[in-house]
Nanobody
Framework: QLQLVESGGGLAQPGGSLRLSCTSS????????IGWFRQAPGKEREGVSC????????FYADSVLGRFTISRDSAKNTVSLLLKYLKPEDTAVYSC????????????????WGQGSQVTVSS
């Protein structure tokens, strides 16, 4: 079965950190540009970050630049998103997506989506 599987997320206090991980079954993430998206309650889904196929380039939305870091580990077939200095407005369901390329901080031509992982930032 071809799918993306996410892990991580949860509850963090403002200023805290969390790590999200995305791995795949049935295919290699190395062949795709991997993007992270988020959707807060009552809002549209928005792109957060994208990493190119070779991992050479990484892009971030202005709202997370300097706080979030995306990375690849080919040996583990994993793409991670480290969320630091979290803010209440970062609360959302975060999903990873495998696409053809990064158009700035969004993955384009998406073939697979993860199921989503809840991130809640609250004191």
């Amino acid at each position: 079965q071809l799918q993306l599987v996410e892990s991580g997320g949860g509850l963090a206090q403002p200023g805290g950190s969390l790590r999200l991980s995305c791995t795949s079954s049935g295919f290699s993430l190395d062949n795709y540009a991997i993007g992270w998206f988020r959707q807060a309650p009552g809002k549209e889904r928005e792109g957060v970050s994208c990493i190119s196929k070779g991992g050479v380039s990484a892009f971030y939305a202005d709202s997370v630049l300097g706080r979030f870091t995306i990375s690849r580990d080919s040996a583990k077939n994993t793409v991670s998103l480290l969320l630091k200095y979290l803010k209440p407005e970062d609360t959302a369901v975060y999903s990873c997506a495998a696409g053809h390329y990064c158009s700035s901080y969004e993955s384009v031509g998406i073939s697979y989506w993860g199921q989503g992982s809840q991130v809640t930032v609250s004191s």
